[in-house]
């Protein structure tokens, strides 16, 4: 009798466990059908938002390109002239203790400065050969 007992026992965890396993298979595949109808509907609402869109930019883009004025349009920016570029002058009062050779000396020394200057500069490259060194070496 403990036999029949136990195999009826394990027949009735069995069907519970398996009816157990179906109802999470049923919550598994509602949520994964709740997550694909949900990005269906975002999906579809983007493809709706891109389609408006396209459509108002080439309108836009039509309608810009299309338009023509029926007259010359004056600018109103003609009459102003463009803004020359000019160094700002700068004014030192010279003291009067320094004599005529004073402005040669300061030549010279910006002269020994441009000098060095240039020595220390790396070489520039050579000009690109001529049509006729191109000739010549091909």
């Not at 009798?1 to 069907?15: D, E, H, K, P, S």
């Not at 509602?30 to 609402?45: E, I, K, N, S």
């Not at 000396?105 to 490259?125: C, F, G, K, L, W």
């Amino acid at each position: 009798m403990t036999r029949v007992l136990l195999f009826v026992a394990g027949i009735f965890l069995l069907a519970v466990t398996a009816l157990g396993v179906l109802w999470l298979a049923g919550q598994v595949l509602v949520g994964v059908g709740a997550v694909l109808a949900g990005a269906a509907g975002a999906l579809l609402r983007l493809l709706w938002f891109l389609a408006l869109a396209g459509v108002v930019g080439g309108l836009t883009y039509f309608v810009s390109n299309a338009w023509r004025p029926g007259r010359r349009v004056a600018s109103a920016f003609a009459a102003v002239p463009a803004p020359k570029a000019r160094r700002p002058e700068r004014r030192v009062a010279a003291p009067a203790s320094l004599t005529a050779s004073a402005p040669l000396v300061v030549a010279a020394q910006s002269e020994i400065v441009r000098e060095a200057a240039s020595a220390s500069a790396a070489p520039a490259s050579p000009p690109p050969p001529t049509d006729e060194e191109r000739e010549r070496a091909g």
